[in-house]
């Protein structure tokens, strides 16, 4: 009997640790975390602060606005942790973007640390502390917690178990390279818009590959810089020709070519007669040394 995964360990450092709780007791979260499947631990940086007042920030050196965390709070706040993570995320603006391939890799650990910061951030000294710094996007927040709930997702669901079918992330927008195809239920006709004949067809083959199709339209459309990255194959290739994509651009994506058209062989029908060699034809086989009897009248006894 297989044993069930290790549960994958999330610890969230933060000063509002009641804006998360809620979001790790809730739907595939909350199952995955009673199934023993995922680990959620939170804690107040407060509680780290060294002072009676819990105060964990300080005015920033050379002047300026705001506040910052300091670096002895964060020390502090990672020390206590009962195990040393994997990883210890620092999430800011100034990290490397998030994206799925990331959030692979981290599905892979066992024990992540998440960082969140609020004001203007933490002493430029916590940078030592942590493994890597993240940023969900070129944006900025009031706080970090929920930059740490995109990460806990994402990475979560990858997690064998978490989700109850491990093909419906494998096909999702950036896991295959592509964003995602268009999805259809009922009703059939709504306003006027129907569905895909094809995907009420049951022609399996022909789902897939219409559905390989679409992902290729809106990628080219919407995120064309996703292309070069995906994977293409020659039908890809040959639907993205079908797409309007010149063959300039095609092998500027690195496409393969596209699949050769083989030409079909002359079949004869059944009512078109064999065509017979004539006599001549096989005369002129015949070699030269030798010559073709000639055909003798019968005689009168009928012998022929």
Known sequence: MTEPPAPLHFSLLTLFPELLRPFTQ???LGRAVAAGLLKFDLHDLREHAGNRWRKVDDSPYGG???MVIRVDVVERALAALPVRPDEIILLTPAGT???QKMAEELAEKSH???LCGRYEGFDARVEGLVTR??????YVMMGGEAAAACIVEAVARLRRGVIGDEQSWRDDSYSSGLLD???YTRPAVWQGQGVPEVLQGGNHAAIVRWRRDRALERTLSRRPDLLPAAGLTPHDSAALL???VDAGHLAALGAPPPPQ????????RPEEPMQTPSVAVLTDKVPADRKVPAERAPTDSGEQ
């Open 97 to 99: 973007r998030f994206d």
């Open 112 to 114: 992540l640390a998440l």
């Open 261 to 268: 058209v083989k030409a079909k062989r002359r079949t004869r």
């Open 133 to 138: 710094e993240v940023s969900v996007g070129d």
């Open 64 to 66: 300026g606005a705001g």
């Open 181 to 183: 195809y268009p999805e």
């Open 242 to 244: 079908e797409l309007g």
């Open 26 to 28: 809730e739907a595939l």
